[in-house]
């Protein structure tokens, strides 16, 4: 079913009978929230169950990646960003407290570590507490640490953005940046993706062009090429949002989504717009080479299986909800040794 290599967002804090309509009809692989779902952890509770229960049990995504973008703010407190806890050292607990929060509040999947290189002027500017700071080496043992404590928690991780968006100058929310072509450079991009996308088992695509001019989620030299090629990677590639304005010039939504999917995204993100989803579902189905839908279908049903038993195996603590806040609340105002 085509429908299960798509992950959908919902409007509000409660899922609408015209939504459930669409859903129960196209049943994705994946529902993600933000923080327009998100409004008391009672709610979430019921939304998460809610979701859950419908047909095909789409797994229930969320960017936790703390500073910046956290989600679960308005709940839990403030987490420390990506940054501060590599800076001092603490991205395992980082992982772990993201993983316990994703995990009693009902998410399978956090979006997250960023893996891209912090540089002056391009990632510093726009993507800033996102990213780890030092080398490929340091970024990659920084996002090794967090997807341990995160998976210790039964939760699945993704490490983005593909082939890195470190170089990138521009946002990719609202428009096409252009990376230069750069041999060596290129290598330091790629080294903390290759380090962390076995464990992670999920790589998310971003829109970021090459000197092309054609974004790294619609072109098959880099989702496919590059990522399965140069690194071998056989998990599950997963597209950035594709409404965002760096797709702007690139047809319609629907257009997008299957070319996307053609140039090997597996699992196809469509975060916003829910009315539109259905013709998505059936532009990828018309436009798509049976072969690569299987494909696509295979990856993303092997990631689901991870999943399974990162639950399995998993250790989440057993204490009250408050608990876990004290603890949020102490990594954020921790210190580290230069401090």
Known sequence: MTSRLFGVGIEGTELAPREREI???????????????IESIEQVLALTATLRALSGRPRLCVDQEGGPVDRLRGLLGPSISF???????????????????CARLGFDVNLAPVVDRLLPGASERVLRDRCAPGGPSEIARA???????????GVGSCVKHFPGLGRARLDTHRELPVIP??????????????????????VMISHAAGPDGIPASLSSARATGLLRGALSFDGAAFSDDLEMGAL????????????????????????????????????????????????AARRVNAYARHLDALRGAASVPDRPVSELIADIAALYESRGPGD
């Open 23 to 37: 859903l129960e009809a196209h049943p994705p692989w994946a529902v993600i929230l933000f923080r327009r779902n």
């Open 83 to 101: 940054r501060r806890a590599a800076e001092r050292g603490l991205t395992r607990r980082a992982g772990e407290l993201a993983g316990e929060a």
């Open 143 to 153: 996002a090794s640490d967090f997807l341990t404590g995160l998976h210790a928690r």
């Open 181 to 202: 072509a750069d041999a060596e450079e290129e290598k330091l991009d790629l080294a903390p993706f290759r380090a962390t996308s076995p464990p992670a088992k999920a």
């Open 248 to 295: 702007a010039a690139f047809g319609s939504l629907p257009e997008r989504c299957a070319a996307a999917s053609r140039a090997g995204c597996d699992l196809l993100f469509v975060c916003s717009r829910l009315a539109d989803y259905p013709d998505c579902v059936e532009e990828v189905n018309a436009r798509v080479p049976p072969a690569r839908l299987e494909e």
